[in-house]
């Protein structure tokens, strides 16, 4: 659950502490949830144009949010990783 007015997240209803990014990034993605956002579209959204093509920017701020908000990382119930080209929101959780 995102609260876009309290700048919070919560996961089953214990909220979950963001940095600004992460909060940023997921606001974004549950914008667009259950589109696919390319990898050099989503940092030129969050951070500008001199974050294009920084992938490693995004990666290390998706592993994060990840930890966060996910049982197991490595096996994501809400974020999804498309292999080349982006990250997908499941719907229902936006």
Avoid: C
Wanted: glycine share 6%; charged share 30%; net charge positive.
């Amino acid at each position: 659950m995102i609260d876009y007015d309290k700048h919070q997240v919560s996961v089953s209803g214990v909220n979950v502490s963001f940095t600004k990014n992460e909060f940023r990034i997921m606001v974004f993605l549950s914008r667009h949830a259950s589109k696919v956002i390319t990898h050099d579209y989503l940092p030129r959204e969050i951070w500008g144009g001199y974050a294009a093509g920084n992938n490693q920017l995004l990666r290390v701020n998706m592993a994060n949010i990840r930890r966060k908000i996910e049982k197991k990382p490595a096996d994501p119930e809400y974020i999804f990783t498309e292999p080349g080209v982006g990250y997908r929101l499941r719907e229902e959780d936006s």
